[in-house]
C-alpha cells in the first residue's frame, strides 16, 4: 500500500463526503416554501416571462418521468426563459457553488432581453430541490439551439460515496423553435403539507414572498394542486385606497423623503364619547378641515410643514426630507474607534450606502370607512378587516421576492407593537393595522446581501444604515399620529358643537373671570332681593283689587269688570315671578361661592406649574448627571486597570516596587478628579435649587472651559473663548445656566465626534463669545440639520437615535431660562456648510 512515507513525492488531493451537499441544501433553505422560491428565481433569473408551478400528490397524469418511473408524487415548473446550454450546464449545475450569475453580478452586467440583475448567485435553487423530492429533472433547450438537454439527479445518490462518484443522468435530444426550462421534482417526501389546511397555510407562505403589490407584475406566476388552480392574492389599489394613512418613502442613496397622507377619517379613532361621528361631521366634513388646520398650525409646532390637502377624501398632507449623512451614529464603511483628525494621506471614512430604494406604508383605522369604492371585493367591514389581518405586516421585496423574515406570519421587526402597548406611542402605527412594503433591488441595493439561509441580511454597516433609514420614517409617523389626534381632542373640546364652546384662556383670566362672576353675583344677589320684594307688594295689591271687584260687583262698572280676569292672570305671573327669583337667590348664593373657589383653585393650579418646572429642572438635571456617569466610568475603569497592574506586579516581584509610590500620586490624582465632578453637579441639587447667584461671565466660562477641556481633548475637540470677551454680570440661578450650557457643549461634542467620524471636518472647536448682554455658542461642525432647524427648541426633535437622545435638552433648556427672564435661539446665520449653527442666549431678564 503507497502511504506518504514510502512515495514522499506523489500528490494527494482532497476528497469530499456527497453526504455534505445533502446537508447543505436541508440547512441552508428553512422550509419547503423558501425551497420553491429558490428556484421559482432561477425562472426569474433567466428572463422568463412566466413560472408555471404544478404540484400533483399522486400518481402521474402527464408526461412521466424518464429515468424514475417509480417515484410519487410530483412538482413541475416550467418557465420560458433562456434555458441553458452544454457549459451552463457544466458550469453552473453540475459544479457545486459555481455560479455564472454571481459573475454577471460582480461585473454590473444584466440579463439581455429584460435586463435584470440576478438574483440567485448561490446555487440554493438546486440544492434546496432535495427538501421538496427525491428525485430531480431537467430538460432545457437554449434559445437559438436546436440541442435539447436532459439531467437527472437522485439525491439518494449523495449518501455513502464521494462527490466525484454520485452519477448524474445526462441525455441530448433534439431541440425545437421553443426555448425554457422544465424541473420536474418527484418522490414527494412530505405530500401531506400540500393537503388540507397544511396546503393553505405552505400556499399563504409562498404568496407572502411573492411581490403582491400593484395590478401588473414584470412576472406572472401560476399555481396550481392536485388539479385546482389557486390564484396569487393581489393587493389592488382600490383597496389601498380606503386606507386611513398613505405612507409614501424612498431614498435616492443621499436623502431620505417621506410624505405622509391622512384622510378625515383617521381622526375618529381619537374622539371619545357617544357623539363622536355627529361631532366628526360638524368639525371636520363640513369645511374638509379648513378650521381644523387652523387651529392646528397654531398648537403644533411640530407639525410646521404640514399642509391641508384641500382636496375631497384627503385632510392633510407632511413631506420632509432627512438626509443620511444628518441622522446620529450612522455606520461607516471602514470602522475606526478614534475621533481625532484624520492624517492628510488617509481616504476620509465614507457612510455605508444601503442603495436607493422606495416603499409604502397604508394605515388602516378600521372605524368609519366608506367601503363604496371597494363594493364589489368588501360589502362588510368585517371582511375588510380578515383581509388586512391577512395582509398586515411590512415586507421587504428584492425586485419580485420577498426576504424572510420581514414581515412574514406576522413578523413584527420593526418593534411596532412593542412601542403601541408599552404607550411610549399610544396613537402610532400598529402592527395589525398597516400593510406596507420597501422595494430593493439586486442592482441598487448590493450591499444589503442576503443571509446564506436566506433568514435577513447579513450583518454589516449598510444594514444598520438601512434599518436606520426605516425607523426614521416610522418615528417621523408616529410623531405625526400623535400630533394630530392630540390637537383633535383639544379642538372637539374647544368648540363644544353645536352650541359652541368656551374660547380658550390662561389660567389667570380663567381665575378672574371666576371672581368677577362671584363680585357680580354678590350684587346682583341684592337686587334680586329688592326685586322680589316689590313684586311681592305688587301680587298682593293686585290680589286686593281683583278680592274686592269678585265681592261687590254692582259698585263696578262693566269695563272695570271686563279687565277682573286679567287682574287675576297678571297676579298668578306675578307669583310664579317671585317664585323664579327666589330659586334666583339660591343660584347666586352658591355663585358667590366661585370667588373662594378661585382662591382655592389658583395655589393648587400654580403648585402644578412649579412641580412642571421642577420637571424640567429635573429632566435638565438629568443631562448632567449622564455626562458624569460617563466620566466617572472612565476614571474608575483607569483605576481599576492601573490597581490590577499593581497588584500583579507585586506578585511577581515579592517586594515593594517604586511604582507603588505613582500608584499613590494616581489615586490622589482620580480623588481630585472626583471632586471636580462633583463640584460641577453640587449647584443643581436641590438645596440650592431656588437661589440666585451673581455670575460673572468670564469667570463663569472660564470654569466651564476647564472643566470640559480634558474630556473634550480626548476627543479631539478643543475649546475657544474669542477673543474680545466682554464681561458682565447676570443674577441666575448657577445649576440652571449650567445645565442650560452643559446641554450646548453636550450637543457640539456628539456631532463633532460625527463630523470627525465621518470625515466630515478636521478640526473640531467649541467656541464662545461674549457681548453684553448676550452669549453666543457654537462649533465648527456641519450645524443644525435644516429638517429640524425650525422645530429645534420643541420637545422629542432629534436626528439622534433614540438610545442616544430624546428630544428634550433645547426643549429643557428653553424653559430653564424663560423661568430666568431670559431667552435661547438659533440665529439665521450660515456657516459653510450652508446651515445654520450659532445659538445665542439673551440674559436681558437676568443683568444684575
Not at 364619547?273 to 378641515?289: H, P, S, Y
Not at 410646521?304 to 384627503?314: E, M, T
Not at 484624520?342 to 397604508?362: C, K, Q, R, T
Not at 430624546?806 to 431660562?817: H, M, V
Request: glycine share 8%.
Amino acid at each position: 500500500m503507497d502511504t506518504p512515507e514510502s512515495k514522499p513525492e506523489q500528490r494527494f488531493e482532497f476528497e469530499i463526503d456527497a453526504s455534505v451537499v445533502y446537508q447543505l441544501g436541508e440547512q441552508l433553505i428553512s422550509s419547503e416554501t423558501q425551497a420553491l422560491v429558490e428556484l421559482v428565481k432561477n425562472s426569474y433569473d433567466a428572463d422568463a416571462s412566466y413560472a408555471s408551478i404544478t404540484v400533483m400528490t399522486g400518481e402521474f397524469t402527464g408526461d412521466r418521468s424518464r429515468t424514475f418511473p417509480e417515484a410519487k408524487g410530483y412538482i413541475l415548473i416550467e418557465d420560458d426563459g433562456t434555458g441553458m446550454g452544454w457549459e451552463e450546464i457544466k458550469r453552473g449545475w453540475l459544479t457545486i457553488s459555481a455560479s455564472l450569475k454571481r459573475e454577471l453580478k460582480a461585473r454590473g452586467g444584466t440579463t439581455q432581453k429584460r435586463h435584470r440583475t440576478p438574483l440567485g448567485d448561490k446555487g440554493l435553487g438546486r440544492l434546496g430541490a432535495q427538501r421538496l423530492g427525491r428525485y430531480l429533472e431537467m430538460w432545457t433547450i437554449l434559445e437559438g439551439d436546436n440541442r435539447a438537454y436532459y439531467v437527472g439527479i437522485d439525491w439518494e445518490d449523495f449518501r455513502g460515496k464521494t462527490l466525484s462518484q454520485v452519477p448524474a443522468y445526462i441525455e441530448l435530444g433534439n431541440g425545437s423553435n421553443s426555448r425554457g426550462t422544465r424541473l420536474l421534482i418527484s418522490g414527494l417526501r412530505g405530500p401531506e403539507v400540500w393537503k388540507g389546511s397544511k396546503q393553505t397555510e405552505l400556499v399563504n407562505q409562498f404568496f407572502q414572498l411573492i411581490f403582491p403589490f400593484g395590478d401588473v407584475r414584470p412576472f406572472d406566476l401560476v399555481l396550481s394542486v392536485d388539479g385546482k388552480r389557486i390564484e396569487l392574492d393581489s393587493i389592488a389599489d382600490s383597496v389601498l385606497a380606503v386606507a386611513d394613512i398613505h405612507i409614501a418613502f424612498s431614498f435616492d442613496g443621499k436623502e431620505l423623503s417621506v410624505q405622509i397622507r391622512y384622510r378625515p377619517t383617521f381622526l375618529l379613532a381619537a374622539a371619545q364619547g357617544r357623539d363622536v361621528e355627529q361631532r366628526f361631521q360638524e368639525l371636520i366634513a363640513a369645511d374638509q378641515g379648513a378650521d381644523f388646520y387652523a387651529y392646528l398650525t397654531q398648537t403644533a409646532p411640530r407639525l410646521r410643514n404640514l399642509q391641508w390637502a384641500d382636496k375631497p377624501g384627503w385632510l392633510v398632507f407632511l413631506t420632509q426630507t432627512y438626509s443620511l449623512d444628518d441622522l446620529g451614529d450612522v455606520r461607516l464603511n471602514r470602522s475606526t474607534s478614534s475621533n481625532t483628525p484624520l492624517d492628510s494621506s488617509e481616504a476620509a471614512p465614507s457612510v455605508a450606502n444601503p442603495g436607493p430604494f422606495h416603499g409604502e406604508i397604508y394605515a388602516f383605522a378600521r372605524r368609519g370607512v366608506d367601503l363604496a369604492s371597494v363594493s364589489g371585493v368588501f360589502n362588510t367591514e368585517s371582511s375588510l378587516r380578515e383581509f388586512i389581518n391577512r395582509h398586515a405586516g411590512i415586507r421587504i421585496f428584492r425586485d419580485v421576492f420577498g426576504i424572510r423574515p420581514f414581515g412574514i406570519d406576522g413578523d413584527d421587526w420593526l418593534k411596532l407593537g412593542k412601542a403601541w402597548t408599552s404607550g411610549s406611542s399610544w396613537y402610532g402605527l400598529r402592527p395589525s393595522n398597516v400593510i406596507g412594503y420597501i422595494a430593493l433591488t439586486a442592482r441598487d441595493n448590493r450591499n444589503l446581501e442576503e443571509a446564506t439561509d436566506r433568514e435577513g441580511f447579513v450583518d454589516n454597516e449598510a444594514k444598520d444604515n438601512f434599518f436606520l433609514l426605516i425607523k426614521r420614517v416610522v418615528k417621523i409617523a408616529n410623531d405625526a399620529n400623535e400630533d394630530l389626534r392630540r390637537v383633535y381632542t383639544s379642538y372637539s373640546q374647544v368648540k363644544r358643537p353645536p352650541e359652541g364652546g368656551p374660547v380658550r384662556q390662561s389660567t389667570e383670566e380663567i381665575f378672574e373671570s371666576m371672581r368677577d362672576t362671584a363680585r357680580a353675583s354678590q350684587n346682583l344677589t341684592v337686587e334680586v332681593a329688592e326685586t322680589r320684594g316689590r313684586l311681592r307688594q305688587l301680587a298682593t295689591q293686585v290680589e286686593e283689587v281683583h278680592s274686592e271687584m269678585q265681592s261687590t260687583p254692582l259698585l263696578h262698572t262693566e269695563e272695570e269688570l271686563r279687565i277682573a280676569p286679567l287682574l287675576l292672570k297678571i297676579n298668578n305671573a306675578l307669583t310664579e315671578a317671585s317664585a323664579i327669583l327666589q330659586q334666583l337667590e339660591v343660584m347666586l348664593s352658591k355663585t358667590r361661592r366661585l370667588g373662594e373657589v378661585a382662591d382655592i383653585l389658583e395655589p393648587d393650579i400654580d403648585y402644578l406649574g412649579q412641580e412642571l418646572q421642577r420637571f424640567s429642572e429635573l429632566a435638565g438635571l438629568g443631562l448632567t448627571a449622564e455626562a458624569l456617569s460617563h466620566e466617572m466610568s472612565i476614571i474608575a475603569d483607569g483605576l481599576a486597570a492601573r490597581t490590577t497592574n499593581l497588584i500583579i506586579r507585586l506578585k511577581n516581584i515579592r517586594a515593594v516596587d517604586p511604582q507603588i509610590l505613582a500608584y499613590t500620586e494616581f489615586v490622589h490624582g482620580t480623588v481630585a478628579n472626583l471632586r471636580k465632578q462633583l463640584s460641577h453637579l453640587d449647584p443643581s441639587l436641590r438645596y440650592v435649587r431656588e437661589q440666585r447667584d451673581r455670575i460673572g461671565m468670564l469667570r463663569f466660562f472660564e470654569g466651564v472651559q476647564d472643566f470640559y477641556q480634558e474630556r473634550l481633548a480626548r476627543s479631539g475637540i478643543m475649546t475657544v473663548r474669542e477673543v474680545p470677551f466682554e464681561d458682565f454680570e447676570i443674577l441666575m440661578n448657577r445649576g440652571k445656566l449650567t445645565q442650560v450650557i452643559d446641554n450646548l457643549f453636550l450637543n457640539s461634542e456628539y456631532w463633532l465626534k460625527e463630523d470627525l467620524r465621518k470625515g466630515n471636518i478636521t478640526e473640531a472647536k467649541v467656541m464662545v463669545r461674549s457681548r453684553k448682554p448676550f452669549v453666543e455658542i457654537h462649533d465648527s461642525g456641519r450645524g443644525i440639520a435644516p429638517s429640524v432647524e425650525h422645530l429645534l427648541f420643541q420637545p422629542f426633535v432629534t436626528t439622534k437615535p433614540t438610545d442616544k437622545g430624546r428630544g428634550l435638552g433645547l426643549f429643557i433648556a428653553r424653559q430653564l431660562l424663560d423661568s430666568s427672564g431670559c431667552l435661547i435661539s438659533l440665529l439665521p446665520e450660515r456657516n459653510s456648510f450652508d446651515r445654520r449653527f450659532i445659538f445665542r442666549i439673551d440674559f436681558t431678564g437676568a443683568l444684575a
